[in-house]
């Protein structure tokens, strides 16, 4: 049984990756085929999120057989849309109350309530580029967002930022009267831009790699 601790960001990602990975292929993946569709720098770290998924009653492992993980209990999962990515000359067309269900878009994924923290009105979108590599948000990852507009320091969140008509993914603060849009890239600077120029679409709540 689960021992009430919450999942790390890698165990769910790992427990993620391997539900999805039974899914498709009808078998379960092997610690080398985790290592590299979670971008794992080693196997060993694997089999330590493993041996923390199995104290926690999520999977069962057969040590001596190769690929025998067995996942635990029922997950409750959900259909969001994927709406496009995040990219330069457009706002992102976040679904209205009347077009919100997934079959109403081209793409849709599987996740789990944990990953969405039971919120209504979520959806994923496909980043583009780098500048937030440092918190392991990596181009052509998906990432889980929520419909909002309002926000707190230090969030997550897609900005159209209308006098450039260009939307970003970035951490955003209130700063001196004005936005900064803080990148996790110590290569880039931040954006500064008046609040009346900004107009939050979203706030992320998970990272999804790119296998998704």
């Not at 601790?5 to 391997?18: D, G, P, V």
């Not at 492992?61 to 496009?84: C, F, H, N, Q």
């Not at 450039?164 to 955003?172: N, V, Y």
Request: proline letters at 4%; hydrophobic letters at 40%.
């Amino acid at each position: 049984m689960n021992n009430g601790k919450s999942l790390s960001a890698k165990q769910q990602a790992i427990l993620s990756y391997i539900r999805d990975f039974i899914g498709r292929h009808d078998y379960p993946p092997s610690i080398r085929d985790i290592q590299e569709g979670c971008h794992i720098s080693s196997t060993s770290v694997v089999d330590y999120n493993l041996k923390a998924l199995e104290r926690q009653g999520h999977i069962r492992r057969d040590r001596e057989v190769s690929r025998a993980i067995e996942l635990v209990g029922r997950v409750k999962m959900r259909t969001v849309p994927v709406i496009g990515q995040i990219a330069a000359g457009q706002p992102i067309p976040v679904p209205g109350s009347d077009t919100w269900a997934a079959q109403d878009f081209e793409e849709a994924i599987e996740v789990t309530d944990q990953m969405t923290k039971g919120r209504e009105n979520v959806f994923a979108l496909r980043v583009k580029g780098t500048s937030m590599i440092d918190a392991l948000v990596n181009d052509g990852d998906l990432v889980l967002m929520e419909t909002a507009s309002a926000w707190d320091d230090g969030d997550m969140v897609a900005v159209w930022l209308k006098d450039r008509e260009e939307t970003t993914l970035k951490k955003i603060y209130r700063e001196d009267g004005r936005v900064r849009l803080q990148p996790a890239n110590t290569t880039m600077d931040p954006i500064y831009v008046d609040a009346a120029d900004v107009e939050v679409q979203g706030r992320v709540l998970y990272r999804l790699g790119p296998g998704f």
